[in-house]
């Protein structure tokens, strides 16, 4: 009797391991979403608004993802870097918030393993890996308050400012297979994003100029018109200027595009603009 209970626990055991290793090989070949947020202020980390309630309940319609590669608007190298450290810190690359915001972290463990898949999916262009830094607001302050518990491992991609816009889509395209392996790809930056006009008011009415360059970008993406995303200034030269005075907000929206393919839905999870010339909108490639 005591030796037909031992072999019943152990084919037991037997079997929920495998399932549990199954439910895990399902996790990785589960085709991950590609995703641009629009981050906006440092601020948001800490305020409780329609854009940050939106990010909390993204987050929780979301797949999980075995890992997450951010490309953000406030990495820009020689170029391409992957991060590769096993624990990244909370970078505070910003200055003259409040303490409340300093004393914030975001202690998710790094992803040396799936980087260093980004890095072969980018011999191409010979990237290099670094553990040299952490992770910079545009990644952990969206990541905050979309997964909150900080218990999936993250590294980043960075800008290389050398390249052009047609060069950017191309590395996001060289990323695309990494969605198949359970990597979820975030770009954070922000489709129209000018500091000189900035408002301290985060509802200020936004400039008309703002609303309109973000509307334009909305109907290219709607007609996947990727020509028109990546030349964007033959749509009209002086608002791309205003809406975009330097370029490192927009690329990342371009990566999250060259990851995508025609076999994604696509949808805008929040449409709003802060500060009267940030658009926060978010945009959503997903299966």
Known sequence: ???TLVVYVCCRF?????????ANDLMVQMHMPALFIGHGSPMNVIEDNGFT????????ELSRPKAILVVSAHWETGGTRVLTHKQPETMYDFYGFPDALYATTYPAPGA???ARLAIEALKGISASSTEDRGLDHGAWAVLYHLFPKADIPVFQVSLDRKISFQEHFAVGKMLSSLREKGIMILG???IVHN???YHPDVDAEPFDWAVEFDDKIKALLVKRDMAGLIHIEKSGAELAKL??????????LLYVLG????KDALSFPYEGMQNASMSMRMVLLNR
């Open 195 to 197: 500091l000189g006009r």
């Open 53 to 60: 309630r939106r990010l909390r309940k993204l987050g929780q």
């Open 259 to 262: 990851a995508s393919d025609a």
């Open 112 to 114: 040396p393993a799936e």
């Open 1 to 3: 009797m005591a030796c």
């Open 243 to 252: 809406a975009m005075p330097t370029a490192e907000h927009y690329l990342p």
């Open 188 to 190: 954070s930056g922000n």
């Open 14 to 22: 037997v079997l929920v391991h495998r399932l549990i290793l199954k």
